[in-house]
């Protein structure tokens, strides 16, 4: 576990150094809009589990930070307590071009927040994996930054941690006395998320566990072998 994390965490400094290199060969980005984020985490041994498609914080939570050009006259720096997505990068870079953002686009732009205007884009923020490796391990969360519910969408399974107390999710409050109605209602805004979506995972009242959730791209075939490049 030390040396795999020994590597881990040299390529992350192996990262850091070559984005050093890049920003002294430009002189600084000073005329960029900068933006450094990832796509997923790596649990790494967290909660005795690896790899990506998790809910939990190692899995899910990445890095994201941005800078303006100087230009720009933005504050100097802006931390954001709300929940972000990496959905909002292309919507961001939009606003920043002066292009139009999408009514379909479910991202949104980040300038803003930046420009100090807004603490944050959005209340919640929903994450979900379909549990490639595992059909039992599709999942779905909500957090707001401060807590996050987390549900299995095939077993049922139900997690509620308070990220503020407990950043490393080690105490599952879904297993104290009155889980019930402290999840309640982080069950009725993820059902109301949830309720449109084909695969029937909810009605809008109530979660339901166990619906398929295959492949629902037209055409597909769920007999068919594919290739993946």
Request: glycine share 10%; charged share 20%.
């Amino acid at each position: 576990m030390r040396c795999g994390r020994a590597a881990y965490y040299g390529m992350i400094n192996f990262i850091d150094d070559q984005l050093g290199r890049l920003i002294q060969f430009t002189g600084g980005l000073d005329n960029c809009l900068v933006i450094f984020t990832s796509d997923h985490g790596e649990m790494l041994g967290d909660h005795n589990l690896f790899r990506k498609t998790w809910p939990y914080e190692a899995s899910a939570r990445v890095p994201f930070f941005m800078r303006a050009p100087k230009n720009w006259d933005y504050p100097a720096e802006v931390v954001c307590q709300s929940p972000v997505g990496i959905q909002d990068i292309m919507p961001t870079i939009l606003a920043a071009a002066g292009i139009d953002i999408p009514d379909t686009c479910t991202g949104k732009s980040l300038l803003p927040v930046m420009q100090g205007d807004a603490t944050g884009v959005r209340e919640f923020l929903h994450g979900e994996h379909a549990g490639c490796y595992a059909r039992d391990h599709g999942n779905h969360y909500l957090t707001d930054g401060y807590c996050k519910y987390i549900w299995y969408s095939q077993t049922g399974r139900e997690h509620l941690f308070d990220l503020d107390q407990d950043p490393q999710e080690m105490r599952d409050l879904s297993r104290t006395p009155d889980a019930d109605t402290r999840m309640e209602p982080w069950r009725v805004r993820l059902s109301a998320i949830l309720q449109d979506r084909p695969e029937g995972f909810a009605d809008g009242t109530r979660l339901i566990a166990g619906q398929p959730h295959d492949a629902l791209l037209p055409g597909y075939d769920p007999a068919a072998t594919y290739s993946y490049l």
